[in-house]
């Protein structure tokens, strides 16, 4: 199975400051073929399911707001909220799309400083 | 809109078989594979498998011994038996949209519903 490693596990940010959430796959989730990164972010509030915010590594969702973006390659990737609103308090998970079994990272819990 | 709605026991007795069901509306479930996931209180997500409209079928090898999952297309429905449950299976199960191919994000979500595994 493909292990996916969230960093940190806990992340304290102060209201329009920047957050930034790393996310390693054990193995390599960039298909040669078409050059894409099977790699999906979700932001999941308290009772309530995932929602996919990015996919392909980098492209945004329809509907989620362009102050969050995803970059990176290969093992290891990056989700970055450029300015932290209080609706963003969430956890967040990565989710490799590569090969099953599908497979998530731990998670990231984000909260206002 | 796709809308996905689980349903089914919220309490299962243990080494019984938990069964569920999601219905989707707005949309159809042909040529789209179907996920379920669960995660455990307080915990993270796991995969548990898909099925494609066609019937196919891909479980986690971690739970593929108590998995079977089926496909209803005329009533736009897929369900989820997990057998022989145990403690370590109550969770909110999820279904979710898998996309058109093989090796894709899970797009749209149930709001999932909480199975109790207890005597």
């Known amino acids: 199975d493909i292990v996916m490693t969230q960093s940190p596990d806990s992340l304290a940010v102060s209201l329009g400051e920047r957050a930034t959430i790393n996310c390693k796959s054990s193995?390599?989730?960039?298909?040669?073929?078409?050059?894409?990164?099977?790699l999906a972010w979700y932001q999941q509030k308290p009772g309530q399911p995932p929602r996919v915010l990015i996919y392909?590594?980098?492209t945004r969702e329809s509907g989620v707001p362009d102050r969050f973006s995803g970059s990176g390659s290969g093992t290891e990737f990056t989700l970055t909220i450029s300015s932290l609103q209080a609706e963003d308090v969430a956890v967040y998970y990565c989710?490799?799309?590569?090969?099953?079994?599908?497979?998530f990272g731990q998670g990231t819990r984000l909260e206002i400083k | 809109q796709v809308q996905l709605q689980e349903s089914g026991p919220g309490l299962v007795k243990p080494s019984e078989t938990l069964s569920l069901t999601c219905t989707v509306s707005?949309?159809?479930?042909?040529?789209?594979?179907w996920s379920w996931i669960r995660q455990p209180p307080g915990k993270g997500l796991e995969w548990i498998g898909y099925?494609?409209?066609?019937?196919?079928?891909r479980y986690n090898p971690s739970l593929k011994s108590r998995v079977t999952m089926s496909v209803d297309t005329s009533k736009n429905q897929f369900s989820l038996r997990l057998s022989s449950v145990t403690a370590a299976d109550t969770a909110v199960y999820y279904c979710?949209?898998?996309?058109?191919?093989?090796?894709?994000?899970?797009?749209?979500w149930g709001q999932g519903t909480l199975v109790t595994v207890s005597s």
């Open positions: 979710a949209r898998t996309g058109p191919n093989y090796g894709y994000y899970f797009d749209y």
């Open positions: 707005g949309g159809s479930i042909s040529s789209y594979y």
């Open positions: 099925i494609y409209y066609s019937g196919s079928t």
């Open positions: 193995q390599n989730v960039l298909y040669s073929s078409n050059n894409k990164n099977y």
């Open positions: 392909w590594a980098s």
């Open positions: 989710q490799q799309f590569y090969t099953t079994p599908y497979t």
